[in-house]
Nanobody
């Protein structure tokens, strides 16, 4: 059993920054890939980025084109935490942000993740 809790969301003006955190329980956290997803009202959940443990030929860290160059992902296994610093935020970034876990390999597909947090709200005003 792995439990994930997101935090760090809030209200910011366009161009501002936030850092989201995903805190995990479990002794084997270091063996899990962690993905970030977001969902805006009336829209489907979309991929943001992931950090994996190993690769099958792709990238260890990957991002959606919509956030590339603005968002980053890092992890601190000693603290069982993954971070998502977000810069140059835009109104279209407004959504509930979720972190998710799966074993070893990263994925951009939400249905390939086994564990999910409850989400944290990010609102960017214009």
């Amino acid at each position: 059993q792995v439990q994930l809790v997101e935090s760090g969301g809030g209200l910011v003006q366009a161009g501002g920054s936030l850092r989201l955190s995903c805190a995990a329980s479990g002794r084997t956290f270091s063996s899990y890939a962690v993905g970030w997803f977001r969902q805006a009202p009336g829209k489907e959940r979309e991929f943001v980025g992931f950090v994996a443990v190993i690769t099958r030929g792709g990238r260890l860290i990957d991002y959606a084109d919509s956030v590339k160059g603005r968002f980053t992902i890092s992890r601190d296994n000693a603290k069982n935490t993954v971070y998502l610093p977000m810069n140059s935020l835009k109104p279209e970034d407004t959504a509930v942000y979720y972190c998710a876990g799966r074993v070893s390999y990263g994925s951009s597909r939400a249905d390939e993740y086994d564990y999910w947090g409850q989400g944290t709200q990010v609102t960017v005003s214009s």
